[in-house]
């Protein structure tokens, strides 16, 4: 099967701007997870999201959104950027089915720079 | 907020060596993963034990946890310049507002030299 991909794999914007990011889960996985890679302040999660619905999400402002779509592809979407926001994002998808969190597999992960 | 912290924060060694790479973590858990990552590049799953069980090979991989000192420990054995990454525990936490959601510890920085 197919990874997790993730578009792009890098991006460059300015403050104010806002920007989409694009991530396709291995077939067949139905939840898709959003974190966060900062040097300061480590992976932290942002949402998840199983069959189109949200169901758990970090604490991050509500500048930082996402959606899925009825094929598993998710998008997360930052509006407002701020220099803050530069940072690897990575999403991680696996089955879904469970409720508790099993293994989950990362894409490469999108460079965002804010400048 | 970090759940896990990890020690040591950096660590080199020459190849052959083995390396160990602590974990310890704040609440109760279904699981907890490793993870490895080059150079800020995408995570790549290790080697996952579930909150039951004590201790998990996998190839030169050896896991441990005690979840009554909240801890887990990854052993790679006869480490060689390729395993040079950072290394990352992850944890499933107990609780249905916690699917899908891994809790990462700051990682340690493995360096393998030749």
């Known amino acids: 099967k197919a990874g997790v991909t993730q578009t792009p794999r890098y991006l460059i914007k300015t403050r104010g701007q806002q920007v989409t990011l694009s991530c396709s889960p291995i077939s067949g996985h139905r939840s898709v997870s959003w974190y966060q890679q900062t040097p300061g302040q480590g992976l932290q999660f942002l949402f998840e999201y199983f069959s189109e619905t949200q169901r758990n999400k970090g604490n991050f402002p509500g500048r930082f959104s996402g959606r899925q779509f009825s094929n598993s592809r998710s998008e997360m979407n930052v509006s407002t950027l701020e220099l803050g926001d530069s940072a690897l994002y990575l999403c991680?998808?696996?089955?879904?089915?469970?409720?508790?969190?099993?293994?989950?597999?990362f894409g490469p992960g999108t460079r965002l720079t804010v400048l | 907020s970090q759940q896990g912290e990890e020690d040591p924060q950096a660590l080199s060694i020459q190849e052959g060596e083995n390396a160990t790479m602590n974990c310890s973590y704040k609440t109760s858990i279904n699981n907890l993963q490793w993870y490895r990552q080059n150079s800020g590049r995408g995570l790549v799953h290790l080697i996952l034990?579930?909150?039951?069980?004590r201790e998990k090979h996998s190839g030169r991989l050896r896991v441990t946890l005690d979840t009554s000192k909240k801890s887990s420990s990854l052993l790679i054995t006869a480490s060689r310049a390729a395993d040079t990454a950072s290394y990352f525990c992850?944890?499933?936490?107990?609780?249905?507002?916690?699917?899908?959601?891994?809790?990462f510890g700051q990682g340690t920085t493995l360096q393998v030299k030749p």
């Open positions: 034990i579930r909150s039951n069980e």
């Open positions: 991680a998808s696996t089955y879904g089915g469970q409720t508790i969190t099993d293994t989950q597999y």
């Open positions: 992850a944890t499933g936490v107990v609780g249905s507002s916690n699917t899908g959601k891994l809790i």
